[in-house]
């Protein structure tokens, strides 16, 4: 068994509910001692992770997400300027697909409100459908992502500050739980949380505690977790006696 990591671990814990004395990212520079003292502490109240029948992990307690805001790590700053909503709606795939709709919609209303005025000026229905033809081109594709993209980072003022108005909207609404799960952050939910820890953790240092990481059971499987393989009162036991803060309880 490897030698544990006292300062990866404590690193990775304090960012999902271990209570520690000592800010995460001072962890770094910590002395030895400080990081022993530190260790003795979380031992006194060791992380806790729940235990399903099928021996899924997930942290104990971990505030259930119910929003979007809760579940995307979208930069703060996402809503200063049209190019940083841009940035933002590129690095989430679901934000991304809510910008195509309001790009559609925005085209749609930009083609009404000229449709009325075109067929009166020029009374002659089949010119103005194709200049209608040609402005609908011009706009550019709604299911192409770089039109998207670039129609977000050229919004003006007006446009801007209603899309941004859409987005929080968006952000402040529960999320499609079936079509946007597997987009989440890493830390967006207990059993995400979980998985990370223990991705993250060599596991070759907690080796008598037997953790598996599951990254789908099967091709197109949705199914992500880290899974304790062993009785978790077997790894209680481990736990305390190597002086691990983490402990398991069983759930239904």
């Known amino acids: ?31 030895t001692s400080t990081l022993n003292q530190v260790w003795q502490q979380a031992n006194q ?9 099928y021996g899924t992990l997930s942290v104990a ?51 009404d409100s000229i449709s009325e005025s075109l067929h009166e000026l020029i009374g002659c229905p089949g010119a103005a459908q194709k200049i209608m033809s040609n402005v609908r081109n011009n706009c550019g594709d709604s299911d192409c992502p770089e039109v998207v993209q670039e129609w977000l980072g050229n919004l003006n003022h007006g446009e801007f500050e209603s899309v941004a108005q859409d987005i929080e909207r968006w952000l402040a609404a529960e999320p499609n739980w079936a079509y946007e799960y597997e987009y989440f952050d890493d830390w967006a939910d207990g059993q ?25 059971e099967h091709p197109g499987s949705t199914y992500y977790a ?7 009162e077997e790894a209680n036991a481990i736990a305390e006696s190597e002086a691990i803060p983490i402990r398991f309880r069983r759930v239904l």
């Open 192 to 216: 995400r949380a979980a998985l990370n820890f223990f991705r993250n953790l060599d596991l070759d240092s907690i080796s008598g505690i037997n953790i598996e990481i599951i990254e789908g």
């Open 45 to 53: 109240t060791p992380l806790l992770f729940d235990v399903t029948e």
């Open 61 to 111: 307690d971990y505030p259930e997400p119910k929003l979007r805001s809760d579940v995307y790590n979208i930069h703060s700053d996402w809503n200063a300027s049209p190019a940083a909503l841009a940035l933002a709606a590129e690095s989430c795939i679901p934000l991304s697909w809510f910008a195509a709709d309001l790009h559609r919609e925005a085209v749609e209303q930009k083609l």
């Open 226 to 232: 880290a899974e304790l393989t062993m009785d978790p």
């Open 1 to 31: 068994m490897n030698t544990i990591s006292r300062r990866q671990f404590l690193k990775l814990a304090s960012g999902i509910g271990l209570g520690i004395a000592i800010a995460p990212l001072k962890l770094e520079a910590a002395s």
